[in-house]
């Protein structure tokens, strides 16, 4: 199978996504990892990268179709990145999105990166729209929309394992004879 785990900053999607996938014994692919090496080997804070982007589109593109490629040649992998539900598109088996309320994950942020919480929401929120209007200028993707996903884990309410045990439940219950058709992804315009 091929499973993507999306969400915003703080959500908790790498803890996540890397759980799952040792579950699983899948291999797993972050695109955040991708795009903050991207970032650090040119020299840059991911604030001042993503500002980049905006500038330069193929900065999200080249991240963007690495993704896509990985998800229409590869199988038991957990993908995990803002955009992997939507790069992915009908390769994907299952789609998870992770989420929690803003403060929460701000408060995630600002301690997993050692900075004050104005700091950390400064530059999530500074970030979220930076990202959010390349989507959508870009692949015509509403970063908003979550009728593409299978799964929506509001990750403030369970510890990682549960949430981990409940997505586990969704992948080894899931049946492709009983699945009546996932929601398809359409109007991207994957133009790499």
Known sequence: MLITVSGPAGSGK???????ADALGYEYVSGGDIFRSLADERGHSLVE???L???DDQVDR???RRLREIASERDDV?????LAGWMAGDHADLKFWLDAPFEVRID???DREDKSVDTARRETSERAESEAKRYLEYYNIDIEDRSIYDLVINTSRWSPATEVEIALSAVESYDPADDEGKTPVT????DF
Not at 14 to 20: I, Q, R
Not at 78 to 82: H, T
Not at 187 to 190: C, D, M, Q, S, T
Request: net charge negative; glycine share 0%; hydrophobic share 45%.
């Open 49 to 51: 990268f993503n500002k």
């Open 62 to 64: 080249d991240l963007d």
């Open 53 to 55: 982007a905006e500038e």
């Open 78 to 82: 957990v993908l995990e990145s803002r």
């Open 187 to 190: 109007a991207v315009e994957y």
């Open 108 to 110: 995630r942020v600002a």
């Open 14 to 20: 790498t803890t996540f996504a890397e759980a799952l």
